[in-house]
């Protein structure tokens, strides 16, 4: 009976955990993606990603947390190309409370098959401006404009004239609304809470795909979150314009390094890995190419500095160029915020890098400088004892070795037990005189 009333209970167990993992398969699973950060390449490749990994597994919606200051235009342009491709519905959520959706992020917002904000956020200000971080030339300016509002007038016409107008307004003007202004204008379609809260708004919400309209459940749903993985955060980091100007200074600084004391490969390896890395960032970041020609110019008077006695007074000259290109190149008019470097960090940098490259190219000059501590030639200016000695030359005693010797010319006579110097080698024979 014991054993009946065991094997009942264990049935019970397996039934129960069986029917809650059943239970937990029928939920409907809803896909995060974290886009929190400038929109770049690594930003798009992330998101593709998603969107596919939801496609995979059959995802009722994916939700983009978004918190951005803006990016790259064509890397937004490629977001609302995946967003709208996407066989999965798409709500981009401007999220949590203070995120903004500038620039770039008010037109993935809109792209979404969804649109919601938290409280307190905001959405506009999406100007283009130029690769170069300046304002564009009227010609270029009305093309970006156009191109823009072109590609998010389809997804914004269903929503309404006022919609449209704001939209158009946040590209021309650079208009920027709060999370209430933009639902007036019908510009987004729920503010929420949080994650939650979106949730159930959006359970039972038709939002129109490209097969048809689709009615959502999510009410049950279960979230699962999708991390950036170690190569996409690495290239976003590697757009950090700080992480940009600190590889591109330790990279020009290795290669000097290398050129001033060559035979060496370390220091030839970190600095071009340095400055492959900086090339990417600087490729991607709207900067001022004008920049690079203080950059260069500061590592030139560090070098001076070393080799000319000026006592420090070009490699100060060299990190105020440091200064001024870095500022040049990151922070010229019209650059974005996301693009700039702060000044207390730029001038840090440039002290640590100016400070650095002295000490190291000295140690490197002062051991190129130094006498020869090995080889023959090492011998010349010691001293030695003579162990034999006759007119033609003799045996001289030098540390633990006996040497064979012959006298200089003018070296006043020796014999045994003087002590000679070594003014010289002549093949295996030591040149002395008398000490």
């Given at each position: 009976?014991?054993?009946?009333?065991?094997?009942?209970?264990?049935?019970?167990?397996?039934?129960?955990?069986?029917?809650?993992?059943?239970?937990?398969?029928?939920?409907?699973?809803?896909?995060?993606?974290?886009?929190?950060?400038?929109?770049?390449?690594?930003?798009?490749?992330?998101?593709?990603?998603?969107?596919?990994?939801?496609?995979?597994?059959?995802?009722?919606?994916?939700?983009?947390?978004?918190?951005?200051?803006?990016?790259?235009?064509?890397?937004?342009?490629?977001?609302?190309?995946?967003?709208?491709?996407?066989?999965?519905?798409?709500?981009?959520?401007?999220?949590?409370?203070?995120?903004?959706?500038g620039s770039a992020g008010a037109l993935i917002t809109v792209s979404g098959h969804a649109a919601a904000m938290a409280p307190e956020t905001a959405i506009g200000a999406s100007t283009p401006i130029s690769g170069s971080g300046e304002g564009l030339t009227s010609d270029e300016r009305n093309k970006a404009v156009e191109i823009s509002k072109a590609a998010i007038r389809p997804y914004v016409e269903p929503r309404g004239e006022p919609a449209v107008k704001l939209a158009e307004a946040m590209i021309d003007v650079a208009k920027a609304v709060t999370a209430k202004e933009a639902l007036d204008a019908q510009l987004i379609d729920f503010i929420a809470d949080d994650t939650n809260d979106l949730l159930e708004k959006l359970d039972g919400f038709s939002l129109q795909m490209a097969d048809g309209a689709r009615t959502l459940d999510t009410v049950n749903a279960q979230t699962e979150s999708l991390p950036m993985n170690f190569i996409e955060e690495l290239l976003l980091i590697l757009t950090n314009p700080i992480i940009v100007l600190t590889l591109l200074g330790v990279g020009v600084q290795a290669i000097l390094i290398e050129l001033s004391s060559p035979g060496g490969w370390i220091a030839g390896f970190i600095g071009v890995a340095c400055l492959a890395l900086a090339g990417y960032g600087l490729g991607i970041l709207p900067v001022n190419w004008f920049g690079i020609v203080f950059l260069i110019m500061a590592f030139v008077l560090f070098i001076l500095d070393v080799k000319a006695p000026t006592h420090g007074a070009l490699t100060a000259a060299g990190i105020a160029s440091f200064i001024v290109g870095a500022l040049v190149l990151f922070n010229s008019p019209g650059t974005p915020d996301f693009a700039r470097v702060s000044i207390p960090g730029v001038i840090l940098l440039a002290l640590v890098l100016g400070g650095t490259f002295a000490v190291i190219v000295g140690f490197a000059v002062r051991a190129l400088r130094a006498p020869i501590r090995a080889g023959v030639e090492a011998l010349t200016g010691k001293t030695g004892s003579v162990r034999a000695w006759s007119e033609a030359g003799g045996q001289v005693q030098l540390e633990s070795e006996l040497w064979s010797a012959e006298a200089v010319e003018e070296s006043a006579k020796i014999r045994k037990g003087d002590t000679v110097e070594v003014v010289g080698v002549k093949g295996l024979r030591l040149r002395v005189r008398k000490k």
């Open positions: 009976m014991k054993t009946i009333l065991r094997l009942l209970l264990l049935l019970t167990v397996l039934l129960t955990a069986a029917a809650s993992v059943g239970a937990q398969g029928d939920r409907p699973l809803v896909m995060i993606l974290d886009v929190d950060g400038v929109i770049m390449p690594a930003m798009q490749e992330y998101i593709a990603r998603g969107i596919q990994t939801a496609e995979r597994e059959n995802a009722e919606a994916i939700i983009l947390r978004l918190d951005t200051p803006g990016g790259d235009l064509m890397s937004t342009l490629e977001i609302i190309k995946s967003i709208r491709a996407s066989k999965t519905p798409v709500i981009v959520f401007v999220g949590p409370n203070g995120a903004i959706a």
